[in-house]
């Protein structure tokens, strides 16, 4: 069984930076992928930035060129450095995995293909 622990959230101001981190333990059978979500109250749970196996990075329209995910696949984490920080991007921020084998630009924005969550971290920024 895999699991996740993320770190890093907390509150900043509008402009300032984050960075967040996700490792992941335990039993990897098989290939296993990482991805951001967020989900803000009231909405769906979204996509944010996930790195295929080929070190292909993937975003969401609306954080594209302000978060840049990295990996280091052999420690199994992936990172999140996060920019230019908006209101907007407040929201409940969550590593997941996948041991499905997914095709990630496919699948790094719908949360059913993944089966594995950590907890979550808090990202709060104020205008």
């Known amino acids: 069984q895999v699991q996740l622990a993320e770190s890093g959230g907390g509150s900043v101001q509008a402009g300032g930076s984050l960075r967040l981190s996700c490792v992941a333990s335990?039993?990897?059978?098989?290939?296993?992928?990482m991805a951001w979500f967020r989900q803000a109250p009231g909405q769906q749970r979204e996509g944010v930035a996930a790195?295929?196996?080929?070190?292909?990075?993937y975003y969401a329209e609306s954080v594209k060129g302000r978060f840049t995910a990295s990996a280091d696949n052999a420690k199994h984490t992936l990172d999140l450095q996060m920019s230019d920080l908006k209101p907007e991007d407040t929201a409940m921020y969550y590593c997941?995995?996948?041991?499905?084998?997914?095709?990630?630009?496919?699948?790094?924005?719908?949360?059913?293909?993944?089966?594995?969550w950590g907890q979550g971290t808090q990202v709060t920024v104020s205008s």
């Open positions: 790195i295929d196996s080929n070190g292909q990075t």
């Open positions: 997941a995995g996948s041991s499905f084998g997914i095709v990630m630009a496919l699948a790094f924005t719908s949360p059913e293909y993944f089966d594995v």
């Open positions: 335990g039993y990897f059978s098989s290939k296993f992928d």
